[in-house]
């Protein structure tokens, strides 16, 4: 290590002695050791690493007894500048997200993250909680005007309070640390985690069903290539915000293939007169309040991506124009898709057949398209994964918000220095994901927790209409009736208690006293700060630090 310079030696040239062998003034000038690379000294220093000070310093700088020789290295050093000028013009200015977004990629990341492995399936959970086909054509709509309108909440909170995270900064804004910090708990360990997880589960099972035909593929094989699966994905999300997003243009693509030729062939069936299904659609239907919140409840979690824009807010480009608009266009597309697929499914299966289906798009792909019925598995797992590469690259990011905040551990909320994407907090993510992967069945987990997720839906939509009257003064380029997020608040009670009510289960306690339980980290390591804590987390830092190259994240230059 260099011991702390001197006051002065910011402008005094470092030279070898005269009369040694190559004397010569170096041209490598410093500043202290202790200068972060962030600007305004945040964050951990990385040891070793010293700042060249710029050509206004050396000038400024008084001639040694080499002054001749030393403004020739001034020269030299003057026409290097300029021959690596055009090069340092197309660098960022800061180190940090960089704006790379655009409204197809905002598009394609909510229909991409929506459309995953739940329509093609098991849109039999909807269908056995209604048991006619009616009623559960009218939950699916129903079910994408209530996220469509959730959504058009979050533009408001999107464009009023333009910081990535999703849920984070606006449950941060409105009801302060706490419920945040309680929401990136539940989040980053358990919702956001395991959803990965199950996605990568469900691509694997399809990618290697092909190769057992008529048996199951052992849970091995499923396992290890869900986990790399997520290595690929977490790796494509570390190098490049640019290739996450063009990976997700292509895979949404492709499931959008796949999703025309159902809708096409059932169109094409319905036309030549295969209507039986739809006679008496609504006979033997079931309307307890218990069975529709469930009904709900599942076609819920096949829209569950509706906000996923939210999160990568820093990173759009205009977001006060290509957020709202990404909304409008994306999650009515995906209504409809989800509305014709399953009239699709009705024209080939009656509704019991479909229940007895284990994955309804490769029995209506068997029926319909045979031979070429091997296409639907294999764009299924394109479909699959991704989604999973939306999950990634949006959950992220919430890691990202929550570590710059000091909810997480700092380093979290690092930028890498040669890629410019929020690399720490994205492998932390698939670290997480990886680990659910080895426990067996994770699906109940999931269901349980998914009303958590619904709970924390409703508490920020909820802080909207509390900021409509404590945050006056914020500007709001979207401003939704006043009636919408109220009706959204209702729902979202009403989908958290319904299945509470209607079928009791010791999972729902156990879902909140764990997040309950992020209180007592809170209170440890982030409200009171206890220096032991600091003392263990500051050198993990600076060595993750090192080890990733990766600085705090700076304000972008006016």
Request: charged share 15%; proline share 7%.
């Amino acid at each position: 290590m260099h011991g702390s310079p001197s006051p002065g030696s910011a402008r005094t040239p470092h030279t070898i002695p005269e009369g040694s062998a190559g004397a010569r003034p170096c041209p490598s000038w410093t500043l202290p050791v202790e200068w972060s690379w962030a600007r305004g000294g945040r964050g951990v220093p990385w040891p070793g690493r010293r700042r060249r000070a710029g050509p206004s310093a050396l000038l400024a700088a008084p001639l040694g007894p080499a002054g001749e020789m030393e403004e020739n290295s001034l020269r030299n050093r003057r026409d290097d500048e300029r021959s690596t000028g055009s090069i340092q013009a197309k660098e960022p200015k800061t180190t940090s997200l960089q704006k790379e977004v655009g409204l197809l990629s905002g598009i394609c990341m909510i229909v991409g993250t929506i459309i995953g492995s739940g329509i093609f399936i098991s849109p039999k959970s909807v269908l056995s909680n209604t048991e006619a086909v009616g009623p559960c054509l009218i939950i699916w709509v129903a079910c994408g005007v209530l996220a469509t309108l959730g959504a058009l909440c979050f533009a408001e909170l999107g464009t009023m309070i333009t910081k990535s995270g999703g849920e984070y900064p606006y449950l941060l804004e409105a009801f302060g640390p706490i419920p945040a910090y309680l929401f990136s708990w539940t989040s980053l360990f358990v919702i956001k985690p395991t959803s990965f997880a199950i996605i990568c589960l469900s691509f694997s099972e399809y990618v290697s069903a092909p190769f057992y035909s008529g048996c199951k593929p052992p849970e091995a094989v499923v396992k290890c290539l869900a986990a790399a699966a997520i290595l690929l994905i977490t790796t494509v999300n570390s190098l490049s915000v640019r290739l996450g997003s063009y990976v997700q243009n292509v895979f949404t693509g492709a499931k959008l293939v796949i999703v025309a030729v159902i809708i096409i062939g059932g169109l094409v069936l319905l036309a030549q007169g295969n209507t039986r299904n739809f006679e008496n659609s609504f006979e033997g239907a079931k309307l307890s309040v218990g069975a529709i919140s469930l009904a709900f409840y599942n076609g819920l979690w096949a829209y569950d991506g509706w906000n996923q824009l939210n999160y990568i807010t820093e990173e759009l480009r205009n977001p006060f124009r290509n957020l709202p608009l990404a909304i409008i266009i994306g999650i009515p597309l995906v209504t409809g898709c989800y509305l014709l697929m399953n009239v699709a499914y009705f024209t080939v299966m009656t509704p019991t057949e479909l229940l007895q289906s284990q994955a309804v798009a490769v029995t209506f792909g068997d029926r319909v398209l045979y031979p070429a019925s091997w296409v639907v598995p294999l764009f299924v797992a394109f479909s699959t994964i991704g989604a999973a590469n939306g999950t990634c690259f949006t959950a992220g990011r919430l890691v990202y918000v929550a570590g710059r905040e000091g909810h997480m551990l700092k380093v979290l909320s690092y930028i890498s220095v040669k890629r410019l994407t929020p690399a720490p907090a994205i492998i932390f993510y698939g670290i997480i994901a990886t680990i659910y992967i080895i426990p067996g069945d994770i699906n109940s987990l999931v269901n349980y927790f998914s009303f958590a997720a619904w709970l924390f839906y409703g508490l920020t939509i909820l802080g909207l209409v509390v900021m409509r009257f404590t945050k006056k003064d914020l500007e709001r380029p979207i401003k939704v009736p006043i009636f919408i997020p109220i009706l959204v608040t209702l729902i979202s009670v009403f989908l958290v208690v319904a299945p509470i009510i209607s079928k009791p289960a010791w999972e729902y306690l156990y879902c909140v006293l764990f997040i309950l339980s992020g209180l007592i980290f809170y209170f440890l390591f982030v409200h009171y700060k206890f220096g032991w804590a600091q003392k263990i987390s500051k050198p993990i830092t600076m060595h993750l630090q090192m080890l990733m190259e990766v600085v705090p994240p700076e304000e972008a230059l006016e």
